[in-house]
């Protein structure tokens, strides 16, 4: 080519291009790449039908809720690295956020969302119901609870306590958002033990009217979902004293906001402030000083007060009519557990995606280092976690049935399930956020990646709808007292899983061959195992302190210990049984094979428990056999990790810049746009 | 330096400019409708040209007043009545395999939209990088009203459109100028088509694939050019309102109740438009297009392939050759669809259309591997 064209191009070039921009050098130079996971992963099995088994119920109704999310403004897409990611703004002041959630809330009642959430029933309803909780809970625990507090708490208390009347004048309403409910169960000085709450209500049998009143500063109510900006309406819980008589704990339906939003007369309300998490959601405290409410506001379904002020009941047992005052916490507890499961799965998804494109340390020098998840140490740390969430999504899908085909059988048997599942779902939350948060190391503290601040989002989780430790301890509490049940009336065990404490107990077998370890029936054999000694030895020292004259409650706070063991003990067991009977639904194939694996891996790392070595329920040498099998099950299921998290169907908009592009999402040209 | 590497007759041609690489589709009778030795050719220029170190940018453009009308139907058509159904089949493999290579490039591709672009003319261009639209630009999907559905990766981009326009322009074959395509990102740029050669000059210049680089040349010859008070894009909430509901036929009332609010010609005929698509037609698209937002682009490819594999066999409904009919032979513009109304078109039918073809030695859409480049960001989502 000749000079003078050289010469041209050259000048044109200065002329009409603009400088190189001062990234040029940078993306020209190939330090380090990002490269897709699917790229180099492969998918082993049907991603697609893996989500359905996962999922269980409503996939096309879930992925509508999260295209309606994705096409909205309201929902705050942000693009990174050429991918839009959606999350509320969580630098936005406490009253912004509460806004926001309120926004969203109207935009999803437009499109219909809620239809038939409150004026619709049966199973199928329920279940539709559960979906959209869980879709809207993935994007922000904040909408989830606001709408949780107002369907749930507040339309399940008229639902389950009110009667037709209620239903007729209170539902659609509801359902409708004509008016915004709330529930105002604890106070400052009364949190689980709702028998001991100190609001009272009396009836004014002159005018027909119950008065509500909050006697003292503990009685304020305290931590209301909604009462702080928006509940126009509120279930109050409180004392009912008719006639100088304690009736005990009853519910009725109590105005607090007019139409326009003002605070209606005798009412107080305070809000409850910043929280860690949470803060698209108004926790308020409200005073009531003789408030005045209709007769008909009493929500009647269990106990009713006559116009002349007599009280009827049809339950005389006032422990009966408490329980069955708390049916609508079933409910929520439910939806917390399933809802803990869905966070470890975003906090997983994006884990395992950046472990598969983050590298670091070369093992020889002018080697490229080395992929995250190809270290054993890390496989370690995540894969057991993984197991465990696939384990607790076939968990939470029993669960949910359990409680759509409820009948008064089975309330029983739904209580210390969904209270032994919540506590078990939300602890094992935290935890798995935690690994999360640390495996993604620095990145896992920014906010835009999810992981971290999805922690301080669901911390409140363990305590909510029933402290942890509590309900686990009722759970240990209803095992024992199936036990005395079984003695008492020299019976077969039946019910709440414990049908095997009625064949003979399983023997370990004294050297553990990695066969014998990865069999179902073996890992079943050694969960139940361990639920059934603890069980025999709860009684056991329970009995042992009645005899020295404590009392039964005394004795079991005295075994607290023995108490949480037996408790996750039940929880392991019951998780595992649920796995088993989802694996059995599967025609032979990729799929179920990997899920084997997965179970051997869930149902070994509940084996690795200190109880088993604590109780002598395995031999130090077999410990350390379930401990080998564990390594090389992480190594097994490493190349499937990729499918596994992406069989967890959550959309690339719901998860976070490090799941994908980090390096462009951080790059130069990012912060200038 | 510009050489061109083609004849006259040749129905893609090639020129070559320094680090640039011409293709204009060379039609015009036909509206440089898509035939399948064209889609082979561009094909085979692309896989070429990547490959090229000396290639950095390839730009496309239309000769004449369109710059592609879609697909060549009535070449489909003939094949299925000569060859049976696979063969009108192969026309979209082929075509859809582009539009993945397109989507997945790692060279920057120009479109230049300065005349009509429907159907697999979209195909052709909003998968690439820059999409540069004139005034003369007209865009459409109208694939409902011949008893199709917005495929060529349709499922990808209008799902990606603000809110719920997509669903709207999916349905309804609504067509948009070319401010409206700026508006809502179908296109890249507004260059006034006086400005095309000057930015065609300038584009021969270049010699980086950087598409910083190539945005801000196209930048200096670009205009904002403003939306008229009428246009479609200004009644985004009643769009979304309506769209983004459920089913076709909630779509349908709720177009009604804005209807009874308020007398509004645009609304009365956005009605009329679906009443008169294809139902099966209308089902499917909404379905796609819903479960293509959640999917990458090669996935929606890889289900339209499905979808279009069942619409052309016509095991469900017929409504293709019924449309090419009204539409294209006839002319009588009176379609007889079957199943004639949309609560007859049951999910379960719309799900067959979202399952793999059953027998006749049918295999999914095998879509080339692309790991070979390390894909830029952009290649993940464009729109």
Not at chain 1, 618 to 639: F, G, H, M, Q, Y
Not at chain 2, 58 to 73: H, M, P, S
Request: overall charge neutral; charged content about 20%; aromatic content about 10%.
């Amino acid at each position: 080519m000749d000079r003078a064209f050289q010469r041209t191009r050259i000048l044109t070039n200065h002329l009409l291009l603009p400088p190189p921009a001062q990234t040029a050098c940078l993306t020209s130079n190939d330090c380090l790449n990002y490269s897709p996971p699917e790229l180099s992963e492969k998918y082993a099995f049907d991603v697609n039908e893996m989500r359905r088994l996962m999922d269980g119920h409503d996939v096309e109704e879930r992925d509508r809720l999260f295209g309606l999310i994705i096409q909205s403004k309201l929902f705050n897409p942000r693009v990174r690295g050429g991918k839009v990611f959606v999350s509320p703004d969580y630098n936005q002041s406490m009253e912004q956020q509460r806004e926001m959630t309120w926004k969203r809330i109207e935009y999803l009642l437009e499109r219909g969302v809620f239809r038939g959430w409150m004026t619709g029933e049966g199973e199928e309803m329920e279940m539709k119901r559960f979906a959209c909780f869980e879709v809207l809970g993935i994007f922000d625990h904040s909408i989830s609870i606001k709408l949780g507090v107002h369907f749930f708490l507040w339309g399940g208390a008229i639902q389950f306590f009110g009667t037709k009347h209620h239903h007729d004048k209170w539902l659609r309403d509801t359902e409708n958002y004509m008016i915004k409910g709330c529930f105002s169960m604890t106070e400052l000085g009364h949190g689980s033990n709702v028998r001991g709450i100190e609001t009272v209500t009396t009836y004014d049998s002159n005018t027909g009217e119950f008065i509500i009143n909050t006697p003292c500063e503990s009685a304020q109510k305290y931590w209301i979902g909604g009462a702080a900006k928006h509940a126009t309406h509120t279930i109050v819980f409180s004392q009912l004293n008719i006639n100088g008589t304690n009736e005990g704990v009853h519910a009725l339906i109590a105005q607090i906001r007019d139409a326009d939003g003002n605070v209606c007369p005798n009412i107080r309300i305070a809000d409850c402030g910043h929280k860690i998490g949470l803060n698209g959601v108004d926790n308020g405290r409200i005073w009531f000083d003789n408030v005045r409410v209709p007769r008909e506001n009493l929500l009647n379904s269990v106990a009713d007060v006559s116009p002349d002020g007599k009280y009827l009941s049809s339950i005389k047992d006032p422990d009966q009519r408490f329980a069955a005052f708390l049916s609508p916490l079933t409910a929520g507890r439910v939806n917390i557990a399933v809802n803990a499961v869905y966070q470890s799965k975003v906090g997983l998804s994006i884990t395992v995606r950046y472990a598969l494109t983050r590298r670091a340390f070369a093992l020889k020098a002018n080697e490229p280092e080395v992929l995250l998840l190809d270290y054993p140490s890390h496989q370690r740390r995540l894969l057991p976690l993984l197991a465990k969430i696939y384990a607790m999504s076939f968990g939470a899908n029993y669960l949910k049935m359990l409680y759509v085909k409820r009948t008064p059988q089975s309330n029983k048997t739904i209580h210390v399930v969904s209270s032994s599942f919540k506590a078990t779902f939300t602890w094992s939350n935290m935890q798995i956020l935690q690994e999360c948060r640390e495996a993604c190391g620095g990145q896992g503290l920014k906010t835009e990646n999810r992981v971290g601040h999805l922690k301080a989002e669901h911390d409140v989780q363990s305590t909510f709808e029933g402290d942890n430790n509590i309900l686990m301890q009722q759970v240990s509490k209803a095992l024992f007292a199936e036990y005395m049940a079984a003695q008492k009336r020299n019976k077969v065990f039946k019910g709440l899983g414990l049908e095997h404490m009625n064949k003979p107990c399983p023997v370990i077998p004294s050297q553990l061959t990695s066969t014998t370890l990865r069999s179902s029936q073996f890992q079943m054999d050694a969960l139940c195992l361990r639920e059934r000694e603890l069980l025999n030895r709860f009684v056991a020292d329970v009995s042992q302190c009645q005899a020295r004259g404590e009392s039964k409650e005394h004795a079991f706070n005295t075994n607290y210990q023995l108490a949480e063991d037996l408790g996750k003990a039940f929880s392991d067991q019951a998780i595992f049984q649920t796995f088993v009977d989802a694996e059995a639904t599967l025609a032979a194939g990729s799929l179920k094979d990997v899920l084997g694996m997965v179970r051997s891996l869930y149902a070994l790392t509940c084996l690795e428990d200190v109880t088993y070595l604590r109780y002598g329920y395995l031999s130090v040498d077999n410990a350390a056999a379930v401990r080998r099998e564990i390594t090389k099950l992480c190594s097994e299921l490493r190349p499937h990790a990729l499918a596994l998290v992406s069989s967890f169907g959550i959309p690339d908009a719901f998860l976070s810049p490090i799941a994908f592009n980090w390096i462009d999402a951080n790059s130069w040209t990012s912060v200038q746009h | 330096m510009a050489s061109s590497v083609s004849s006259q007759h040749d129905q893609i041609l090639v020129e070559v400019n320094s680090s640039a690489r011409i293709l204009t589709l060379n039609r015009p009778k036909q509206l440089n409708a898509l035939s399948l030795q064209m889609i082979c050719r561009m094909l085979e220029l692309f896989i070429a040209y990547e490959e090229d170190p000396n290639v950095k940018l390839v730009i496309l453009k239309g000769k004449g007043r369109a710059f592609c009308t879609g697909g060549d139907v009535a070449a489909v058509v003939h094949d299925i009545r000569t060859g049976g159904w696979r063969a009108g089949a192969n026309h979209f493999m082929k075509g859809y395999t582009l539009n993945y290579l397109m989507a997945t490039y790692s060279k920057p591709q120009v479109s230049i939209l300065n005349g009509i672009v429907m159907g697999g003319g979209n195909g052709a261009s909003m998968h690439g990088r820059f999409r540069v639209a004139t005034e003369n630009a007209l865009f459409a999907m109208p694939e409902t009203a011949v008893g199709l559905f917005p495929d060529v990766g349709a499922s990808y981009f209008f799902s990606r459109l603000p809110g719920f326009f997509g669903e709207y322009l999916g349905l309804t074959g609504a067509r948009l100028g070319g401010a409206e395509m700026l508006a809502c990102g179908l296109a890249t740029h507004f260059v006034p088509s006086a400005k095309l050669s000057m930015l065609e000059a300038a584009l021969y210049a270049v010699d980086s694939s950087d598409p910083e680089i190539i945005s801000s040349i196209i930048d200096q010859y670009s205009e904002q050019p403003s939306l008229k008070e009428q246009s479609v894009y200004n009644r985004l909430d009643v769009i979304d309102r309506c769209f983004s509901q459920k089913t076709v036929e909630e779509i349908l009332s709720a177009l009604e109740r804005e209807a009874v609010n308020g007398r509004d010609r645009w609304i009365s005929a956005t009605i009329q438009t679906l009443k008169k698509s294809s139902p099966t037609s209308l089902k499917i698209s909404l379905r796609s297009i819903r479960v293509g937002r959640l999917q990458g682009v090669g996935p929606c490819l890889v289900r339209e392939y499905r979808m279009v594999c069942h619409v052309l066999r016509g095991e469900f409904s017929k409504d293709f050759l019924e449309g090419y009919r009204a539409i294209l032979v006839d002319k009588d513009k009176n379609p007889k669809w079957e199943p004639s109304k949309l609560e007859l078109v049951t999910d379960t039918t719309v799900d067959r259309y979202f399952a793999k073809v059953i027998g006749e030695d049918w295999d999914d859409l095998k879509l080339p591997v692309r790991s070979k480049f390390n894909l830029p960001p952009y290649v993940i989502a464009k729109l």
